[in-house]
């Protein structure tokens, strides 16, 4: 039995057809462009990526990310993204994170709450150091 060997991912296979649209000057620009770089140099498939994200601009990530996506409700991409990882260990799953995803209700942050999220790569800023990139 022979086994195909694959080309490599390039950031190339990560880029959608779909038209960004972020304001001219934004900073999203640079991070997208910096994470379809790097998902390729990850070594995993691209089918076994997922990007989650919440509401807003930026959150429209999932869409310009060619792999499985979640464009979830304001405050609960953590949430989603943490059931896509207990249900499916073997997915990677990056959660592009919002001011609000990650902090208690105003009500409840002078209370300590947090919460951990297993095995998540949260927000791209968790990748890059990864590979030596800041």
Known sequence: MTTATLPPLTKKDFQ???????CPGCGDYAILSA?????????IKRENFVVVSGIGCSSRFPYYMNT?????????????????????????????????DSHAPPQRRNQGSSFQQPHLRVDERAILPDLGIS
């Open 16 to 22: 959608t057809d779909q038209e960004v649209r972020w």
């Open 35 to 43: 994470v379809q770089a790097v998902f390729p140099e990850l070594g």
């Open 68 to 100: 499985y996506g979640f464009h979830s409700i304001h405050g609960r991409a953590p949430a989603v993204a943490t059931g896509i990882k207990v249900a499916r260990p073997e997915l990677e799953v990056c959660h592009r994170r919002q001011p609000h």
